[in-house]
């Protein structure tokens, strides 16, 4: 299977900073790589899919870059409804999250 | 507006078979650019995808627990189901699905993603 490897786990951060979380893909996955947010207790929501391209009604500080194996997220200006936990996911062949990206307010 | 919504036991014991159905609404599971996942979530820990399944039939699960899993689908009741036996502790999690769509980019390649979830439903493994 691919592994999906997000760094860092976790980051403290400030409202109005720029934030960027990586993904390595353990193979190349082209650019079969999305983002989601989850919140405590709720359902992940689709933020990024396709490596780069922003989903309906995410606000555009919301940014993804990459293919082939490494991949990232940026938030260009963190928001109080930012903080979250983000993850990584392939759909390139027998599909995996990464372990999640904790973002928490410093 | 498309909804999708888990039903299934909130408590099951070891070994026994866990049974979920997905009930989707707002969009046809005979759509041809579109699917359904199911993906858990134990206790403070990360996502897990299960299994899939598309408008074709075609299903793929998980390879650590293929053995274990079995996705249907009932076209006429817009309900996906997965099944999964010999249930333990260590399957206690939140069990989410969620809808496929795909997307065509740089004109060729065709790119899965899930665009709307469930509320999850949390399944406890106990005697």
């Known amino acids: 299977d691919i592994q999906m490897t997000q760094s860092p786990s976790s980051l403290s951060a400030s409202v109005g900073d720029r934030v960027t979380i990586t993904c390595r893909a353990s193979?190349?996955?082209?650019?079969?790589l999305n983002w989601y947010q989850q919140k405590p207790g709720k359902a992940p929501k689709l933020l990024i899919y396709?490596?780069?391209n922003l989903q309906g009604g995410v606000p555009s500080r919301f940014s993804g870059s990459g293919s082939g194996t490494d991949f990232s997220l940026t938030i260009s200006s963190l928001q109080p409804d930012d903080f979250a936990t983000y993850y990584c996911?392939?759909?390139?062949?027998?599909?995996?999250f990464g372990q999640g990206t904790t973002v928490e307010i410093k | 507006q498309v909804t999708l919504k888990e039903s299934g036991p909130v408590l099951v014991k070891p070994t026994e078979t866990l049974t979920l159905t997905c009930t989707v609404s707002?969009?046809?599971?005979?759509?041809?650019?579109?699917?359904v996942s199911w993906i858990r979530q134990p206790p403070g820990k990360a996502l897990e995808w299960l299994a899939h399944?598309?408008?074709?039939?075609?299903?793929s699960y998980s390879t650590s627990l293929k053995s274990r899993l079995t996705i249907s689908k009932d076209t006429s009741k817009s309900q996906v189901v997965l099944t999964m036996t010999n249930m333990d502790p260590v399957d206690t999690a939140t069990y989410y699905c969620?809808?496929?769509?795909?997307?065509?980019?740089?004109?060729?390649?065709?790119?899965?993603?899930?665009?709307?979830w469930g509320q999850g439903t949390l399944v406890t493994v106990s005697s």
């Open positions: 969620a809808r496929i769509v795909t997307n065509t980019i740089f004109g060729v390649i065709i790119i899965p993603y899930f665009d709307y």
């Open positions: 707002g969009f046809s599971l005979n759509n041809s650019r579109m699917g």
């Open positions: 399944i598309f408008s074709t039939d075609e299903k």
């Open positions: 193979q190349s996955i082209s650019r079969y």
């Open positions: 396709a490596a780069s």
């Open positions: 996911q392939q759909s390139y062949t027998t599909w995996t």
